[in-house]
């Protein structure tokens, strides 16, 4: 799936900073490769260091984990809605009360692992079943106008980002 032209995302510092991909890279390709990353990172981990936070007030490695999921379900959510041609403008969300509700903290790892892995699935089960025309809707998210096609794009720029969070602030504490 070829990336977004700029029409079809805000000017906003969240979408700039999660859209920074080659305008040739293959979506699917990206999707794949950073889930066998993060899926090769949390199977690796030793006893504890799940739990390991690189800094007080900053969640752990299982919460970050659960972050990411939340986040591409409520981001699936809306690549479905806008191809599906919804009209209502869909909510953002705040990712810090979402965590907080979110009782990552009290869950196994290997359980939140579990969650990625289906969700990640069936996001790229959803993904594989759009048709230009779908990837091509335009709809209202957080009062910007955005397509379809942005909003997938835009599941592989925040795992992207937390991947090198990952690497940078919670990786070197393991060596």
Known sequence: ??????????????????MNFQADENLFDVLKNQSAEIIDLF?????GQAEFAYEEGKWS?????????????????????????EKIDLP???????QLASEYETQDPHEILAQYK???AA????????ST????????????ATSARAWAWMIAGHEKHHLNII?????????
């Open 1 to 18: 799936m070829h990336f977004p032209a700029t029409y079809e995302y805000p000017n906003a510092p969240y979408f700039a900073e999660y």
């Open 167 to 175: 690497r940078a602030r919670y990786l070197p504490h393991f060596s």
């Open 118 to 120: 289906a969700t990640r």
């Open 92 to 98: 953002g969300f705040d990712e810090n009360e979402y």
């Open 123 to 130: 996001t790229t089960l959803l993904l594989h079943s759009l």
């Open 43 to 47: 199977e690796k981990l030793e006893k």
């Open 61 to 85: 490695l299982k919460g970050l984990l659960g972050h990411m999921v939340d986040t591409e379900r409520i981001v699936s959510y809306r690549v479905l809605a806008i191809s599906r041609g």
């Open 133 to 144: 025309k779908q990837w091509n809707q335009m709809g209202q998210a957080n009062g910007k």
